[in-house]
């Protein structure tokens, strides 16, 4: 197995971008909780490939350069033809209007545990919808599975 080596990602970026270019992929492990729970810190990790604004759809994660140079990658929750807005999936506010030219790639393949999940998979995408649904009940619904992993965690 491969060791994982942690960078800051103003680093890596520059050349993840290089690699894209060329028609190629990338896979990179998953750092920060705004995703949760469909893509999990130093647990899950994520294939970003190259995209077209036309098959750019609602509930698709996005990695994103905000004008401020930081990096994010969030769902996009709602768009039009000028742009777009984009939400983590354990937050309950929606960032936005984002450009579409801010984004610099498209999450195609989560795996987890060595086990890959297409975001194109029908099963996927039907979650992804159910959740996006339940943004004004997350908060709830997030600390009542932090709640009872710690009631867990006890027994």
């Given amino acids: 197995m491969c060791k994982v080596e942690y ?3 103003e680093t890596v970026f520059t ?3 290089e690699i894209l ?3 190629n992929s990338v896979r990179l492990a998953v ?3 705004s995703m949760y729970p469909f893509l999990r810190e130093h647990v899950d990790s994520v294939e970003l490939a190259e995209f077209s604004i036309l098959s750019i759809r609602t509930g698709y994660i996005v990695l994103i350069l905000r004008d401020n140079g930081e990096y994010v990658m969030h769902r996009i929750v709602k768009r039009s ?3 777009f807005y984009m939400a983590g999936d354990a937050q309950n506010w929606i960032e936005g209007p984002v450009r579409y030219d801010q984004i610099v790639a498209v999450v195609k393949k989560v795996w987890r545990n060595e086990k890959q999940v297409e975001c194109s998979n029908a099963l996927w995408r039907i979650y992804s919808k ?3 649904g339940l943004m004004p009940l997350r908060g709830i619904i997030l600390n009542t599975i932090h709640f009872l992993s710690k009631v867990k965690k006890c027994l």
Wanted: no cysteine; hydrophobic share 45%.
């Fill in 15 to 17: 050349m993840v971008k």
């Fill in 21 to 23: 270019a060329k028609g």
């Fill in 7 to 9: 960078v800051k990602a």
């Fill in 31 to 33: 750092t920060g909780t």
């Fill in 81 to 83: 033809e000028e742009s």
């Fill in 130 to 132: 159910i959740w996006m």
